[in-house]
């Protein structure tokens, strides 16, 4: 009998590439706004507060990775920065919030059994100040949360400790992909003045751009040959008119895997034609899921 689990050839190098958490050794045509998040996060260090951004883009034009990537590097090599990325897709309430920043923050592995949410703030408020750090706290997905004003609530609540404790230090990545939402408008104004975000737009990539980046997926992720140049430009064309390079990804690795149930040592047209109908690739396209 045939053992299929142990069948190990594969048309993958590294099936990590095409994954959506995988950060990238290259990350391609957004050196302005990676510039800007850093600035914005450095004068943090510099005795200020960090600059507040609102993060703008429709999906798939490399918010989140440009996000993954500076906080990779500040997590390696700054002690004085604590970041702490939070998708409001999945985290629904006040207190997942914070409890997420107080694990962050390294306090305990866990949030203590029967912790209510007002003494689990102060906590937070406390460490951030004896530290004297700089917590920077990405919202993805920030308009989700505005119809019940919870992401009004949160940002009430931080300010208030900042006015508490003044060394506690705290700055927001605020991310949309809703470009009908404007998120400096959205907020209660009773506040918005203290916050006084700056905005960076993340506009579509160019299908040039989309084909580079994929490239350099494909050439890392892939055995040589797995995707012919033709096949990558038939490839592109069919997520160009979206603009969503997250997209391609998807469909580079679903067409791959037709490949290999196929027995193929390369993708056809057919392979890609039939993967952009596979559940996986029509969530990465279907607008409102993460950047």
Not at 79 to 96: A, D, T
Not at 197 to 204: A, E, G, R, S, T
Not at 228 to 248: K, N, Q, T
């Amino acid at each position: 009998m045939k053992k299929y689990f142990e069948m190990k050839e594969t048309l993958f190098l590294d099936r990590d590439v095409f994954e959506m958490d995988f950060i990238p050794e290259i990350f391609r045509f957004r050196e302005a706004q990676v510039t800007k998040i850093v600035s914005a996060i450095q004068s943090g260090l510099q005795g200020n507060s960090p600059v507040n951004l609102v993060i703008r883009g429709p999906p798939g034009t490399g918010k989140t990775t440009a996000i993954n990537r500076i906080f990779s590097e500040i997590g390696a090599s700054h002690e004085g920065i604590i970041p702490v990325y939070i998708n409001f897709h999945v985290e629904g309430s006040k207190f997942g919030v914070f409890a997420r920043i107080f694990e962050e923050l390294h306090i305990q592995k866990s949030v203590p059994k029967g912790q209510t949410i007002g003494p689990l703030i102060e906590l937070i408020g406390k460490t951030i100040s004896q530290r004297e750090a700089v917590l920077v706290a990405c919202f993805d997905n920030a308009d989700h949360h505005l119809p019940n004003h919870l992401l009004d609530d949160i940002l009430s609540s931080f300010l208030g400790l900042s006015k508490k404790y003044p060394k506690a230090k705290v700055g927001f990545l605020l991310m949309t992909s809703d470009m009908e939402v404007n998120l400096r408008l959205a907020l209660d104004s009773c506040f918005t003045s203290d916050l006084k975000p700056d905005k960076i737009n993340f506009p579509l990539y160019q299908k040039k751009h989309m084909r580079e980046i994929l490239h350099d997926r494909i050439q890392a992720g892939l055995h040589p040959g797995v995707i012919p140049p033709g096949m990558l430009s038939f490839l592109v064309s069919h997520i160009e008119p979206a603009g969503d390079v997250r997209a391609g990804i998807h469909l580079v690795k679903w067409s791959v895997m037709a490949a290999e149930r196929a027995g193929r040592s390369s993708v056809t047209e057919a392979d890609i034609v039939v993967s952009t109908g596979v559940p996986g690739y029509l969530k990465a396209i279907r607008p409102g899921c993460e950047s």
